[in-house]
Structures are given as structure tokens and as C-alpha cells.
């Protein structure tokens, strides 16, 4: 199928769903947006959201803005924007009024499975030490700390990795199905709960900051829209980072200090 947000071929595939079952998901490799089927209602296991967590990672394609009314990819009818509420984090996804299933872009999937959660006030004021201008992990616009703690275009809010649920996450992973010969789950998450505290966390900013600014600015900002936005971003000599490709990368780098955990 095409995928409702950018068109692009998506490519299905299976992830490990609860009580040993296969969730048959469709993935966009292009904008990394996730169709679920209705039928595919099973949730993912920890370990089916950790291998779709390292599918993820190390995208370093161009955000795509979701250009909205989207359609059902199976009857076209016009997806309905769901607001919904998991573990007290507001997500969004689109969903089909015919019930052929939703589309939610992984920012959103993160939200909803609790793995990001908002910043607080004070790490707020603390992320202003690091960093001026940051890209919004959803849509990709810039967002300056000075006036705003949420995309001006989209609303997601500023969001880092959890650390506490991503300890529970490698947690609850299926010890069977972790590698032989690497330490158990429990002990993982504890060592990543240990590495993930937010300072450790702000170094990782101050390093990906301090390589942004050697690269000469290119913004990966499509939309001529934006032009003066860019413009302010170039000006900074700092190509704007996300939180959550920092949070990615910081997680990686820790897990694979670990071993071959999923
Ligand atoms: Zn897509
Ligand atoms: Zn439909
Ligand atoms: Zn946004």
C-alpha cells in the first residue's frame, strides 16, 4: 500500500505482539509513519516496540509535514485526527471511518506507548543552558526556546525519552527471546535507568550542538513557508536539533554498551 502521509510505498512487516502472537505492521520507510490495520488490534510486546524502535533509528531523513485532510489507504475515504490520552501523554492519530485501521506518525507512537514524555518546567529552563533553537520531533519546524515550549506549527510538546519507561520497556522484554549470553533484562534496564539521567543526556546535546555547528547549515526544511525560519536558523550557524534523535542516539549508545539485547 501507499502510505497516507507522504505516498510512498510503505513495507509491511511482522513485530512480536503479546501471548507469542505476530502483529503485521505497515511502515513507511520514507517518513516512518505507521499504519495499523483494524485488525490489527494485538499490541506489540516490549520486544515488538523495541525492534520497531531500532528499525527507527539511525533515520536521519528529512521530517515530513503531515499535509492533512489525509486518506484511508484501503476505501480513501478521509481519515478522521483521533485525540487520545494513554498513560496521561495526549497522542494523536488518524483514523478510518469505514474502521479499515489508523495512521500515527512515530513521534506519536512514542507518545502513546509513554516512551517520550513532555519536559517540566525546570528541565526546560535547564535545556535553554544547552540549546537555543531545537527541530520538533513530529513535524520538523523550528521551535525557539525564547518564546515557545511547544511547535508553533503542530503543538507537539518538547519531549525527551523516558528513561524510567524504557528501563520498564528492556524490562519486560521476553528473557527467551534475548540473546543467549547477555545479561537479563531486569539488570539492562537498571543499567540504562543508571546512564539515561538527564545530565548525561545534556553532554550528549553539547556534543550533537558543537558537530552541528562545524557542518555548514543546510535545514531540512522543505516548504518555502518557512522561509524566514530558516533564514533565523542559518543565521545561528546551528543546524536546529531534535530531542528525540538525541534521545535515540544517546539510548543506542548505551544499549549497545550492553549487548545484543533485541
Ligand atoms: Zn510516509
Ligand atoms: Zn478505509
Ligand atoms: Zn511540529
Known sequence: MNCPACRSK??????????????????????????????????????????????????????????????CPRCRATLTKTQDLARSNR????????????????????REKGIVRSLNAKELAELKKHVQHLQCSDCGDPISLETDSACPRCRAPLCILDPKALGATVEGLNPAAVAAGVVAPAVAAQILM????????????????????????TTPIADSSSA???????????????????????????????GDLF
Not at 497522542?91 to 512514542?110: A, D, K, M, S, V
Not at 533564514?231 to 550492553?258: K, N, P, Q, R, Y
Request: proline share 2%; glycine share 8%.
Open 194 to 217: 543508571e546512564h539515561m539521567k538527564l545530565d548525561g543526556f545534556f553532554r550528549k546535546i553539547d556534543s550533537q550542538v558543537q558537530a552541528a555547528s562545524t557542518s555548514v547549515g
Open 91 to 110: 497522542f494523536q492519530y488518524f483514523r478510518c471511518p469505514n474502521e479499515h485501521g489508523h495512521f500515527i506518525t512515530f513521534f506519536q507512537f512514542l
Open 10 to 71: 510503505t513495507v509491511e512487516q511482522g513485530f512480536e505482539g503479546s501471548r507469542g502472537a505476530k502483529v503485521l505492521l505497515d511502515v513507511c520507510p520514507t517518513c516512518h509513519g505507521l499504519w495499523f490495520d483494524a485488525k490489527e488490534s494485538i499490541q506489540l510486546s516490549s520486544n515488538g516496540v523495541l525492534r520497531l524502535f531500532r528499525q527507527m533509528h539511525g533515520h536521519k531523513d528529512e521530517h515530513y509535514r503531515l499535509k492533512e485532510p489525509l486518506a
Open 228 to 258: 524566514e525560519t530558516v533564514a533565523e536558523v542559518v543565521e545561528t550557524g546551528v543546524e536546529a536539533i531534535d530531542l528525540l534523535d538525541v534521545g535515540i542516539d544517546f539510548f543506542f549508545d548505551i544499549a549497545s554498551g550492553i
